[in-house]
């Protein structure tokens, strides 16, 4: 199937508009992880006071990112719920210092919520908005991001970080998740939005073999002629696979993520952004991107 699916592959539009420069993704970028959440699953806690985010920012941009996610709702399995008080306070704080020591860097917001998404591009910039609902868990979402005219990455999750790992079911995962992308994308094309990157969401309401399903078929996801992020990064299906702590997991996450640029991914979301970097422009070497 995926021999057959490459010869018909469309010419991939890998080219977004952040902040009216064009970013081409077409040689695949990093996107460093800035987790300001006392309870994500391998960095929670570190990264609380001012010269702890500005060390972990320096960190990603002087390894090779070209993107700083920036997060204050932790996502992992079974994760206790954040109200929105709470997750703007934590994002204001962050984005404060992150703007006055990076002004130049991209930044996305992982955010499903609207309003935290308008605030931050308003008020301090923030270029890319990341939803790991999709659009599902704000009805004003995707007017609100439309409105914005930031790119916007748009994620599947089956359930709620809460309820995800509860046994998820699919009878294709990849036919299902690309069924989601094609009714998505047309809504957010309805309200406007037209620089979307794809994530199909790897650990978010799928089983082990679910997610390697999904990396071993990732190429089937240009057919919607659109960027894809992936983010693999010490996730329990490296752990769980090898036996092993998220600590343990930088090995697996390096293979994950090289498997996944040769497969087309066209963003890394990482940890370790070192080699991640180093993943890209040895996977490009091969390529010639």
Not at 52 to 73: F, H, M, P, S
Not at 120 to 143: K, R
Not at 154 to 166: C, K, W
Not at 273 to 289: C, D, H, R, Y
């Amino acid at each position: 199937m995926t021999e057959n699916i490459n010869n018909i592959l469309p010419i991939q539009h890998k080219i977004i508009n952040v902040r009216g420069e064009l970013l081409d993704l077409s040689r695949p970028v990093v996107m460093g992880i800035l987790n300001i959440t006392p309870d994500s699953f391998f960095d929670g806690g570190k990264y609380e006071t001012e010269r702890e985010i500005v060390e972990r920012c320096e960190k990603i941009t002087t390894e090779g990112a070209a993107i700083i996610d920036l997060g204050a709702y932790s996502s992992r399995p079974g994760a206790v719920d954040v109200t929105a008080d709470d997750e703007w306070r934590r994002v204001e704080n962050a984005l404060k210092i992150v703007r006055k020591s990076f002004p130049d860097t991209y930044l996305s917001l992982d955010t499903f919520r609207s309003q935290i998404a308008k605030q931050a591009v308003e008020e301090f910039g923030v270029d890319i908005i990341n939803d790991i609902y999709g659009g599902e868990a704000d009805n004003m979402m995707f007017e609100t991001v439309g409105k914005l005219k930031v790119p916007y990455i748009l994620m599947h999750m089956q359930g709620t970080p809460q309820t995800m790992q509860a046994n998820p079911q699919y009878k294709d995962v990849v036919a299902e998740i690309s069924l989601f992308f094609s009714e998505k994308v047309y809504q957010l094309h309805s309200y406007g939005v037209n620089d979307i990157i794809l994530d199909p969401g790897f650990g978010f309401g799928k089983a082990l073999q679910h997610n390697y399903t999904i990396l071993a078929r990732l190429k089937e996801f240009q057919l919607h002629n659109l960027p894809l992020c992936v983010g693999v990064s010490r996730k329990s299906m490296i752990q769980k696979l090898l036996d092993i702590t998220a600590d343990d997991s930088l090995n697996g996450t390096t293979v994950t993520n090289t498997i996944a640029l040769m497969n087309g991914a066209n963003i890394l979301r990482v940890h370790d952004v070192k080699e991640a970097v180093e993943s890209v422009n040895l996977v490009s070497q091969l390529t010639g991107k």
